[in-house]
């Protein structure tokens, strides 16, 4: 069965953030993560439940996967997986219990 992924206007942002910040040192690194990241994003169509629950919170619905330095966090509910952010993984999450 194939899950629905749709991406939050956050996780649309972050990447577009990241892109940029990356970019301005190096274009073809910043091309390979945003790459990364949106290949993960493909993969989640067919096993959303590979990447790990995040350690932050009690939601087992809310997960990640790595590309490079980045976390893609997204949620499994139902049929749909939603890309919620894609974050450093130094940073800290503030909304896992949403």
Excluded at 26 to 54: F, K, M, N, W
Excluded at 56 to 72: F, P, Q, W
């Amino acid at each position: 069965m194939a899950y629905r992924v749709i991406w939050s206007s956050k996780a649309v942002e972050d990447v577009d953030a990241i892109a940029t910040y990356i970019a301005r040192d190096s274009p073809s690194y910043a091309a390979a993560v945003v790459r990364q990241i949106l290949d993960i994003t493909h993969r989640l169509q067919e096993c959303p439940l590979a990447g790990s629950v995040i350690a932050e919170g009690d939601n087992s619905t809310i997960r990640d996967k790595l590309a490079y330095t980045y976390r893609v966090i997204y949620r499994v509910q139902d049929e749909t997986v939603t890309v919620a952010a894609i974050v450093h993984t130094k940073r800290l999450l503030g909304f896992v219990n949403s």
